[in-house]
C-alpha cells in the first residue's frame, strides 16, 4: 500500500520580514515596485535562501503589496517554487481565491526581477494577474547558463491574447548585476538536462 | 508596513488515503500506472475537491508508486495546484530532494490523465523526471472548454531534448470520459479570460 503525507507545509526565509519591515505598504511607481524585487533576489542570494530571482504581486493601481516571493527551489527542495510561483501563491493564499482577477477584486500584476521561465508563464494566466511586468530579459537569464525551459518565443502576444499586458525592461540593469553577481560568485545553475 | 504568512499549509484531500490503500506498491504495466491515475481523476470530480485531472510519479523501472496527485485549484484555493505540480511536490518532499533524476536516485516519470498545460509541461524539465506518459490530448482537454496556456507546439520536441521521453495515448478512452463526464455534470470551466 502506498504511502503519501497528508498535509504539505513550506517554511518562508526568516530574513523576509525584518526586510518587508524597512518599506512602505504602497509602492506607487513600476521602478519603486521593481527596485524592492530587485533588492530581494540580492537578499535571496546573500541570504543562501535560493536563486537570483524575486517576484511580487501589487495592486495595480494603487501599488499596494499583497506577497513578495523569492525562488526557494534549492532550501525547500521543491522545483516548482520559483519566485513567481510563490508570489502568486501567496497572494492568493492572503485573498483567499484561485483567481486575482476575479469579481469585486482590484487589478493585480506581476512584477518580476526576470522574464519568466516555461512554468511561471504558464501559471501568469492562470492566476488572474492583468499585467506583467519584467526587469531583466530571459537572454539575460540564459546569459549566466539558466535554461528558461520549453517556452513559446510568442509569450508576450500569448499573455496579452489572454488580456494580460507585458511591460519588459523596467530596471533592467539593477537586474542583470544581480544575475551576474549570482554567476560571479559561483552559484549553483540547477537546470534540466540538455541533450548533446 | 507589508505583511505576509511565514508558513504555508496545504491540505491534502482526505479520500486520496482510503483510495490508496486499495492498491498495491507497484505497477507493472503502463496500462495499470495510468487506470489508477484516471481512476483519481474520477474521484477528484465526484468528491468535490478540483478538476477532472490526477497525475502520479512512479519508479520507470519497478513501477512503484511515489506519490498521486490531484487537481486541488478549487479547494486549496490556488491556481497553480494542478495535478502535475500536486505529484512533483510530494514526490520531492518524500525524496527530501528537488531533483528527481538527481545522483543515485532511479528513474523517475510522470503519468498523467491528459498532456500538460503550459505552466506543467515547462514544470517538467525543472522537476528531473525522464518520462511523461499521458492519456488524454490537449486536444480533448480543450474540447470541454479547458484553455490550455501559452504552450509551445513544439512541446514533445523540447522535451526530448532535455532528456525526457513522451509516451501519449495512454488509455486515452478512459482518460476521456472522465472529462467528457465532467462537462456533462456542469463542472466549473476556471480559465484564463480570452480577448475577442
Known amino acids: 500500500m502506498p504511502f503519501q503525507p497528508s498535509v504539505l507545509t513550506i517554511q518562508f526565509p526568516e530574513w523576509i520580514h525584518p526586510f518587508l519591515r524597512r518599506y512602505p505598504a504602497h509602492f506607487p511607481s513600476l521602478e519603486a515596485r ?7 533576489a540580492r537578499l535571496n542570494v546573500t541570504n543562501a535562501t535560493g536563486g ?5 504581486v501589487f495592486e495595480t493601481g494603487s501599488g499596494k503589496l499583497l506577497s513578495l516571493g523569492v525562488n526557494l527551489v534549492t532550501s525547500a527542495g521543491l522545483s516548482i517554487l520559483h519566485a513567481e510561483m510563490v508570489a502568486l501563491v501567496l497572494a492568493q493564499t492572503k485573498l483567499g481565491s484561485y483567481d486575482l482577477g476575479g469579481p469585486g477584486l482590484p487589478a493585480h500584476e506581476l ?4 522574464e519568466p521561465c516555461a512554468m511561471c508563464l504558464g501559471a501568469i494566466p492562470w492566476s488572474g494577474v492583468r499585467r506583467l511586468v519584467t526587469g531583466a530579459r530571459d537572454g539575460d537569464v ?3 547558463g539558466f535554461d528558461e525551459g520549453p517556452k513559446t518565443a510568442e509569450w508576450r502576444a500569448e499573455l496579452e491574447q489572454r488580456g494580460i499586458a507585458v511591460i519588459r525592461d523596467v530596471e533592467r ?3 542583470i548585476r544581480v544575475l551576474r553577481d549570482y ?3 559561483g552559484g549553483t ?3 534540466s538536462r540538455e541533450q548533446g
Chains 1, 2 share one sequence.
Open 52 to 56: 537570483p530571482f524575486a517576484a511580487a
Open 142 to 144: 540564459r546569459a549566466i
Open 189 to 191: 545553475i540547477y537546470n
Open 173 to 175: 540593469d539593477a537586474a
Open 34 to 40: 521593481m527596485s524592492l524585487v530587485i533588492e530581494a
Open 183 to 185: 554567476s560571479l560568485g
Open 111 to 114: 512584477v518580476t526581477s526576470a
